[in-house]
C-alpha cells in the first residue's frame, strides 16, 4: 500500500467532486450506485442497489410484496445474484457504500483523472489495503481498473499525463510496460 502524501490540493475537493461526477455516481468496482453528498444520504448506512451492482455482502433483501428485510452477511448465503433478485422484483440494499475518491499514486496533491478512483468505501479500503500501483502485478488487471493503471504508467514510465481518450487508444501498449520491465531484468 502507498504512503499517503502530501495535503490535497485548494482545487482538489472540486476536482474529486468532478471525478465522482463522471463516474456517473457510481463505484468504478462493484457498480454501485450512489447519492450525491452524505447529507442526501442520511447517515449512509444503507443504499439501494441496482442490477449494476456486481458487489457482495453485507446486504439486505427485501422480497417482492414482502415488508421485511433480511440481512445477508456472507456470500454464501446469498441464493442469487443481486442482480438477479432485482429483477425478480426484489429490493437489495448495501451497507456502507458511501462513494469516495481514492488517490492510486498516494499522491493526495495529485489530482490527475487516473490518480482519482471513484470508489465505494468498502471497495476503496480493500484496494487501498491491496493496490500499490508501484509494485509489478503478476496477474492481469481487472477491467475497471486497466485505464487508471494505464494512465499511471504513462507518467511514471514517459512521463506524460495522457487524457483518458488518449490512454484508451493506447491501452495494451502502456498496460505492457510492466511486462517490458520485468522482462528487462531478466
Same mark, same amino acid.
Given at each position: ?15 474529486? #467532486?468532478?471525478?465522482r461526477?463522471?463516474?456517473?455516481y ?6 454501485? @450506485? ?16 441496482? #442490477?449494476?451492482c #456486481?458487489?457482495?455482502? @453485507? +446486504?439486505r ?22 442482480a438477479?433478485?432485482?429483477? #425478480?422484483g426484489?429490493?437489495?440494499? !448495501? ?7 481514492h ?22 479500503l ?5 493496490v500499490? @500501483? ?14 487508471? +493503471? !494505464?494512465?499511471?504508467? !504513462? ?14 487508444e ?15 531484468a531478466?
Amino acid at each position: 500500500m502507498p504512503r499517503f502524501t502530501n495535503d490535497y490540493a485548494k482545487d482538489g475537493k472540486s476536482l474529486r #467532486a468532478k471525478s465522482r461526477e463522471e463516474a456517473g455516481y457510481r463505484c468504478a468496482r462493484c457498480g454501485h @450506485p450512489c447519492e450525491t453528498g452524505v447529507k442526501r444520504m442520511g447517515r449512509g448506512e444503507w443504499s439501494d442497489c441496482d #442490477a449494476q451492482c #456486481a458487489h457482495g455482502p @453485507p +446486504v439486505r433483501l427485501q422480497a417482492e410484496g414482502d415488508l421485511s428485510w433480511v440481512t445477508v452477511k456472507k456470500a454464501t448465503s446469498l441464493i442469487m445474484p443481486i442482480a438477479d433478485f432485482i429483477l #425478480a422484483g426484489g429490493k437489495v440494499q !448495501a451497507q456502507w457504500r458511501i462513494l469516495t475518491v481514492h488517490h492510486f499514486d498516494g499522491d493526495k496533491a495529485n489530482d490527475a483523472w487516473w490518480n482519482h478512483l471513484s470508489l465505494c468505501q468498502r471497495c476503496h479500503l480493500s484496494v487501498q489495503t491491496r493496490v500499490n @500501483p508501484e509494485i509489478p502485478w503478476m496477474f492481469e488487471h481487472s477491467e475497471w481498473l486497466k485505464p487508471y +493503471v !494505464a494512465g499511471f504508467y !504513462a507518467h511514471k514510465y514517459e512521463g506524460k499525463n495522457l487524457t483518458r481518450g488518449e490512454v484508451m487508444e493506447r491501452l495494451d501498449e502502456l498496460l505492457a510496460f510492466e511486462l517490458r520491465m520485468k522482462e528487462d531484468a531478466s
